[in-house]
């Protein structure tokens, strides 16, 4: 073969060394070396307050960490590298493996070699069959597991070259470009994916557009106007149910949603393991907790109520929130904000509320009111809490604290009056999108069915050869046998072959000048015998 | 209530498996020091001084018992000493890679010995019956795959290699007296599992999904699959450098002495990368199913979870031990010791990160 591209000697030495089976060897090494630390160190894209956590605590090691990617081992530049020479590594080996298989299809079994009897496996029989015959029978009974060549020699004998196992190679070859298939479409839907979370209380809902979510991310392909057009018009109801030991035995969503604008709602059901599938979008259930309502009734104002997310902070939902009601005008400081516990099942000890289990069964709502002025700056703050630092300035005051059950209230000094109504539950619910998903799975099933080939197929190389006829008008017919890799039992197999010959040449035991060279040989002669 | 009784059954159960199993290694002991290929067997056959005239052309050697590069040699040298005229030199194949255990030497050994082995089948047997029947209760009683946690999938993987075990006995009988290496590790995790023992409960939502079966069973087969090969390898490697000094003429040290009554490393060699070459698309096609699982489950495929991240780590680590053997120059121990590697990898994902560090699969059931 030419090579069209001539390239600089260094260049090509280089090209050699990265596609040598060493070579990917010390890249494969690397690539397990480097995905360690990926497991002990906290990493952003999963946690990131644990990374902040881990700075804090491990000062400058914790920063030299950072800078060379330690807390994003998956997205370092590292990492990549290594994986990204790993593919290099492997399509420069790949291709010329194609090319040589791609022959190796369309070329004939090789020749047979001059000393059968010296292979490891070897048979001496012979028969009363015309040279031709044989050999047509010989190939009859090889196909069509056994790709078979005639051919005949000089010395006047005819020789039957076969082969099989070309799939464990094929195998071989569907599993590795199935890999790099499988990267690709892990590398194309992380670029068209996107992810939107969002808290939804009961009676509420919302459209897949990035503005509705309280987090969303998407990849750099994946523009706001690609996103599907559908709505979870509500959260009509949330269950958790709880086996007698306390523990979850079913998180349930019952929820109504439009596939698009023009569509009728329909009614869905989500479950931990059971997402709702629409056309590119999974909807999946991550999270419950509850939304207590309140009734806030300030002297001369309308009444406000107002229904909040509370954020879980144990697995027996003693949950905290807050109200943020603001003042008549921004000027004033007349805001109230309500910091709040809900108990789910309360217990009060010492004056602190916490829940015993995850249930409500008389739940209650421990207020602190505060007054003054929530939020200076107008800048989004968290709404699960009040702005500490405005409690600590003193521009929050407390006004009032008190335990409520369902239907009771709190009077501040001013004569506001704080009702806890009752609570609804929300869910936090996952939009995802990865239109890659389907490909990679198919990648995936060829990857595997490639491995089962290429680990399971035996190749195996057979010659058979009929020689010019002897004094009594019987040919000697010798054949050897070659296994080009480990498994299988090739001995037993051989001998499996060497019957079904003999039985489709009519043969008879070896001529008396040749020696039996194995013991199949001798099988087939004592069995003529 | 009925179903309580079914799990403290259970427990029962597993004491009488585990005591079981303890007296199959007591037998498999017996018969490993009074079988043919036993201690005492190789001791008499120095004491009478019989070195087969077929033993290594390095005759050099100084002690004889050691003589180990042709293993039919070493064996009939044994056969002639310890029972000359009750056995004919059994059918031992001369083809380098059919060491000692030729076809019909099963029950060759001295009378003491054969009952030993016997009583040892037989009881791993029954060990396995009941830690068949203890995983079978501990399943009914919780109404569902008994491995929805640590206790439950190490008692399974436990099961695994003791069926491996047996189904390698009916194909090569001759193997038996090596029981003692792959019960020694069972024993080992009944105890574990022992140590890991939670109460019988039923899943919690996230593992209620039929992907729990078969998820966790293909990982639960490759692995039980991949800790025979790892033994294997661990015996590859005692038997390599037994060969090494047998063919120097040294005698080896206390470690691979021990080799001189292995099976040939070219044998062992073969059969650890055969256990590999059929566990491996099992943990592979493992892995993917737990990515659908997760798919359905996390609402992604891959998040490189701890969990993840070490099945990766330990796949690719046994993808390298697949292209080491393939490579000159890494055949051999370079690759043994990769396949040991790659074990590791597998252990310090089911211990470490089950129980240290946290992560999405959580499920140890140890708080």
Known sequence: MTTPLRLPRPVRQLWRRLVSMRTALVLLFLLALASVPGSLLPQRPLNPPKVQQYLATHGAWGRFLDRIGAFDVFGSIWFSAVYLLLFASLIGCLIPRIAVYARALRARPLKAPRHLDRLAENATLSTGLDADEAAARITRSLRPRWRTAVRTEESGAVAVSAEKGYSREAGNLLFHVSLLAALVLIAAGRSLSYEGSIVTTEGSGFCNRPISYDSFSAGRLAGSGTLADFCIDRLDKFTASYREDGTPAQFKADITYSEDLAAEPRRGVITVNHPLRLKGDRVYLLNHGFSPTVTITRPGRTPVTDTQAFLPQDEVLTSEGAFKLPGRDATEDDDLGLSAVFAPTPVISGGVVSSLAPQATNPVLAVLAYTGELNPGGKPQSVYSLDQKQIAAGKLKQVGAKNLAVGQSLTLPDGTVIRFDGYRQWANLQVSHDPAQTGLLIASILMVAGLLGSLAVRRRRLWVRIAAPDASARRVVSAGGLARNDGGNFSTEFQAIVTELAAVLDAGPPPATVAPSSAAAEKIGAGKD | ?367
């Open chain 2, 1 to 367: 209530m009925a179903l309580d009784g079914l799990a403290s059954l259970s427990e029962s159960l597993w004491t009488a498996a585990t005591g079981t199993y303890m007296l199959a290694v007591v037998a498999y002991t017996g018969e490993y020091a009074f079988g043919k290929n036993g201690r005492i067997a190789q001791t008499s056959a120095v004491q009478s001084g019989s070195v087969s005239s077929g033993a290594v052309s390095s005759g050099a050697v100084r002690r004889p018992a050691l003589v180990g590069g042709s293993d039919s040699a070493s064996d009939s040298a044994s056969d002639s000493a310890s029972e000359p005229a009750s056995e004919p030199a059994s059918g031992l194949s001369p083809a380098p890679d059919q060491p000692r255990y030729g076809a019909g030497s099963v029950e060759s050994g001295g009378p003491a010995g054969r009952r030993w082995g016997r009583a040892a089948v037989g009881l791993t047997v029954l060990a396995a019956a009941f830690h068949l029947a203890c995983v079978t209760l501990r399943g009914i009683a919780v109404d569902r795959v008994p491995w929805g946690n640590m206790y439950e999938f190490t008692l399974v993987v436990g099961l695994m290699a003791t069926v491996a075990w047996l189904a390698t006995l009916v194909k090569m009988p001759q193997l038996r007296y090596l029981g003692l290496f792959v019960m020694m590790p069972v024993l080992l995790v009944m105890f574990l599992a022992g140590t890991l023992y939670t109460k019988a409960s039923k899943l919690v939502p996230a593992l209620q999904s039929y992907w729990l079966a078969i998820h966790v069973s293909a990982v639960a087969v490759a692995e039980g699959i991949l800790l025979t090969s790892a033994a294997i390898t661990a015996m590859y490697l005692v038997r390599s450098r037994f060969e090494r000094h047998a063919a120097a003429g040294t005698a080896p040290a206390r470690l691979a002495a021990l080799g001189s009554r292995l099976p040939a490393a070219g044998t062992l060699d073969k059969a650890a990368y055969r256990t590999v070459a059929f566990a491996f698309p099992i943990y592979t096609a493992g892995v993917i199913f737990g990515a659908i699982w997760a798919e359905a489950a996390w609402g992604r495929y891959w998040g490189w979870d701890p969990k993840e991240t070490w099945a990766f780590i330990a796949w690719v680590v046994y993808a390298m031990y697949l292209h080491a053997r393939a490579t000159a120059g890494w055949k051999g121990n370079r690759a043994a010791y990769i396949n040991l590697l790659g074990f590791g990898a597998m252990t310090f994902n089911f211990f470490v990160v089950n129980i240290v560090i946290s992560g999405l699969h959580s499920y140890a059931g140890l708080t």
